[in-house]
């Protein structure tokens, strides 16, 4: 049994929680233990999901880290960004649909860079850089946006994004009436 399977699961919060639109703060030295107890808690919620990244503010954490796991080839390869940002972003965009374990069953097609490079820091305390396009990138650049408390609702117009909202409200209801 994992010391992550002791702890509480997690619990994902949904929006319009207001702890989704509070901006993270950067991890500090002295966060170190806080991290590595909450990093495999992350990983366990994310799998359960099931979804491919969660960011530490999706369970009501407010620092500046996300796990993402693409798992390609059906295998597991998890990745753990602490303080993470995009230092370099291609002038060419890519749209792609995008869900989010905040909004469930809600999906946009949504437009960003195509290719991204973003500098973090890993479970190691060594600054990485990681270039990405495709897949990838859009998922960077979408957990990126939940540590500056942005949802991938906030990247579509005001008509489609309170469409998308009202739907996940009326769900939600249904939900909780069910």
Avoid at 1 to 17: F, Y
Avoid at 92 to 101: H, P, V
Avoid at 135 to 162: M, P, T, W, Y
Wanted: net charge neutral; with cysteine; proline share 8%.
């Amino acid at each position: 049994m994992s010391a992550s399977s002791l702890a509480a699961p997690l619990t994902i919060l949904i929006a319009p929680d207001p702890r989704l639109k509070a901006r993270a703060r950067p991890v500090r030295p002295e966060d170190g233990a806080e991290v590595a107890a909450l990093v495999p808690r992350l990983f366990d919620a994310m799998y359960a999901a099931p979804g491919i990244g969660l960011a530490a503010p999706q369970v009501g954490v407010g620092l500046r880290l996300c796990v993402v796991d693409l798992q390609p080839d059906d295998k597991p390869a998890p990745l753990v960004l602490i303080n993470p940002s995009v230092v370099a972003a291609s002038a060419e965009t890519a749209t792609r649909e995008e869900g989010c374990l905040s909004l469930p069953n809600q999906y946009a097609d949504v437009t960003r860079p195509a290719r991204v490079t973003v500098r973090f820091t890993n479970l190691e305390g060594k600054t990485q850089d990681l270039s990405a396009d495709g897949l990838l990138a859009a998922c960077l650049q979408h957990e990126i946006d939940h540590l500056d408390g942005i949802l991938f609702v906030d990247h579509l117009s005001a008509l489609k994004r309170n469409m998308i909202l009202r739907r996940l409200a009326k769900e939600q209801r249904q939900k909780a009436a069910g």
